[in-house]
């Protein structure tokens, strides 16, 4: 009996966590002036601030189809540039986006 209820304080207790980091991590991401995304290890997006959502107005999933839907010049591959940063290939790559705010 114990037991049970310790792993039900600790699951709840942990479930409270997650909703309490989810809305503070939320929170600061708009907090911030600069276009800001964050994405998991596939380049898939998994957040972004109100102004990131503002500036682009896309639904995009994927970071390089976000970039490529905005770029001013079309002519770069975003994808391999973005793999070449990971893999150390490259230092930076300079991007030029279409504000979709200023159309």
Do not use: G, P
């Not at 939320?26 to 380049?43: E, G, P, R």
């Not at 994927?62 to 230092?91: K, R, Y």
């Amino acid at each position: 009996m114990v037991h049970t209820v310790i792993v039900s304080w600790y699951v709840s207790d942990y479930r409270l966590f997650q909703n309490n980091f989810a809305l503070f991590t939320k929170d600061v991401f708009n907090s911030i002036s600069d276009l800001t995304i964050s994405t998991d290890a596939s380049l898939n997006i998994t957040n972004y601030n109100n102004k990131t959502k503002a500036t682009l107005q896309t639904d995009a999933s994927n970071i390089a189809q976000l970039l490529e839907q905005h770029l001013v010049n079309n002519q770069m591959n975003v994808a391999q540039s973005i793999q070449q940063l990971i893999d150390d290939q490259l230092d930076e790559v300079e991007l030029t986006l279409l504000d979709q705010q200023r159309k």
